[in-house]
């Protein structure tokens, strides 16, 4: 069966420090993976979604930026972390088509 | 951006069933309608999802109108587990034929006792 996997699942960070989230899939290959932010009370918001290694597409101008090194890899950075950053970061994976699952979330305070 | 709307919150009694509507009058012919849960703290959980008859699983029953500009999500006799944020959504197609979801601010159901 397919797991996805998301850490740290919590953080805190000062204002201008870096940031690197990770998430993993196991048991499924090719998959199309997502990121997405909800801040405090709010829906979910779509980041980045990535269809293949090193194919990246944004949906929102922002300070962050992500990366697929590998297949089965997703990865959420940022240079310079800003107060508006904080928030629930959830990555999600999906077959072409179907229904997409989502991690644990890592919860991001930046301060 | 999210091509539904949906109630802020409802309350359920436990054990009774509990009818969540969601509104999408702007869908297209190929646009599916999904269903998706979130508890507090945790991942959304994928319930269910249609595109024109109506559909039922070992979790809930979808109900779409026959103009689909409109659906409800039914689960038959709630429990205290079923309180969370219940999201209505449209799946989008790109132009680059990916799959996405804009998940809206939802409806937050309480089952109380």
């Known amino acids: 069966s397919q797991t996805i996997h998301q850490w740290p699942a919590t953080l805190v960070q000062p204002v201008g420090s870096p940031l690197s989230l990770e998430c993993t899939v196991e048991?499924?290959?090719?998959?199309?993976l997502y990121w997405y932010r909800q801040a405090a009370g709010r829906g979910l918001q779509l980041l980045f979604y990535?269809?293949?290694?090193?194919?990246i597409s944004s949906e929102v101008p922002q300070n962050l930026s992500a990366s697929r090194p590998q297949d089965r890899q997703f990865i959420l950075s940022s240079k310079k972390l800003l107060l508006s950053d904080s928030g629930f970061y959830l990555c999600?994976?999906?077959?072409?088509?179907?229904?997409?699952?989502f991690g644990p979330g890592t919860r991001l305070t930046v301060t | 951006d999210a091509k539904t709307t949906q109630p802020t919150s409802m309350d359920c009694a436990e054990g009774r069933a509990a009818n969540l509507p969601c509104n999408h009058s702007?869908?297209?012919?190929?646009?599916?309608v999904y269903w998706y849960r979130q508890i507090h703290s945790q991942g959304p959980q994928y319930i269910i999802h249609?595109?024109?008859n109506n559909e039922t699983n070992e979790m809930a029953s979808l109900i779409i109108t026959e103009d689909r500009k409109s659906s409800t999500l039914i689960l038959p006799h709630a429990t205290l587990r079923d309180t969370a944020v219940y999201y209505c959504?449209?799946?989008?197609?790109?132009?680059?034929?990916?799959?996405?979801?804009?998940f809206g601010s939802g409806t937050k159901l309480n089952v109380k006792p």
């Open positions: 048991g499924t290959s090719n998959p199309n």
């Open positions: 990535s269809v293949g290694i090193g194919q």
């Open positions: 702007t869908i297209s012919g190929n646009e599916y």
């Open positions: 249609g595109l024109k």
């Open positions: 959504i449209v799946r989008v197609w790109s132009v680059d034929n990916f799959n996405k979801f804009y």
């Open positions: 999600a994976w999906s077959r072409s088509g179907y229904e997409q699952y």
